[in-house]
């Protein structure tokens, strides 16, 4: 069956250490990864897109990297900080009709002062 | 700017009745959807609309219809709500485009009881 995989279990770090979330999937050929942030309670916010012929993408603290070959990406924050503790959620284009955006479960980020 | 608008934030009804999610947005995007979030399950694509008067299902669409008689309003019906159908919901718009960012509502919480 095709899958969006994210470590369901939280994420604890220390302030200022660095984060990696890591996506896989299996069955799917996406023209482009998505992360997006969710707060408890909001809704999702769009961070970063990466395409398939880009190995990474930066954005200030942000860092997103895409392997087609093992079918992952990982989402690394630097120097992280108390206020990027959330919900972190990738999604593929499962069909790359920009129809059917398909999410990951979340990883949920702890970052400890 | 209002992005996109979702009522009612919270909603509690029996099992049986009937009630419509609202949505709408002032981006002019064509391209419209509603997801479920549901706790280990992240968010479900439910329906979707690419522009006004066209409508299609998405993962989960079984107890739940849409229609889009305006590009700036895609409301989502329960027809007789069940106790599954407990949910977060969350509506979200796009720019035509695909690969382009993704806005999403603040989400309306409903209990079927």
């Known amino acids: 069956s095709q899958k969006i995989e994210q470590n369901s279990e939280a994420l604890n770090i220390q302030e200022g250490k660095t984060a990696t979330l890591t996506c896989n999937y299996t069955n799917y050929s996406p023209a482009y990864l998505q992360w997006y942030r969710q707060d408890p309670g909001r809704g999702p916010v769009f961070l970063l897109l990466?395409?398939?012929?880009?190995k990474e993408k930066r954005k200030e603290r942000l860092k997103v990297t895409f392997d087609t070959t093992l079918k992952q990406s990982l989402f690394h924050i630097t120097a992280s900080q108390p206020a990027d503790s959330a919900t972190y959620l990738c999604?593929?284009?499962?069909?790359?009709?920009?129809?059917?955006?398909?999410f990951g479960g979340g990883t949920r980020l702890m970052v400890k002062p | 700017n209002a992005g996109v608008t979702q009522t009612p934030k919270f909603q509690v009804l029996k099992t049986g009745q009937s009630m419509t999610l609202q949505c709408a947005q002032d981006m002019n995007h064509e391209y419209m959807s509603w997801y479920r979030q549901d706790p280990g399950m992240g968010l479900r694509l439910i329906h979707y609309s690419v522009g006004a008067g066209i409508t299609d299902q998405g993962e989960v669409p079984n107890g739940y219809n849409v229609s889009r008689s305006t590009t700036e309003d895609f409301p989502l019906r329960l027809l007789s709500a069940a106790p599954s159908q407990t949910s977060v919901y969350f509506c979200?718009?796009?720019?035509?485009?695909?690969?382009?960012?993704?806005?999403f509502g603040e989400g309306s919480w409903l209990t079927v009881v």
């Open positions: 979200a718009s796009r720019p035509g485009i695909s690969g382009n960012t993704i806005y």
């Open positions: 999604a593929l284009d499962i069909n790359n009709a920009g129809n059917m955006l398909t």
């Open positions: 990466i395409r398939e012929n880009e």
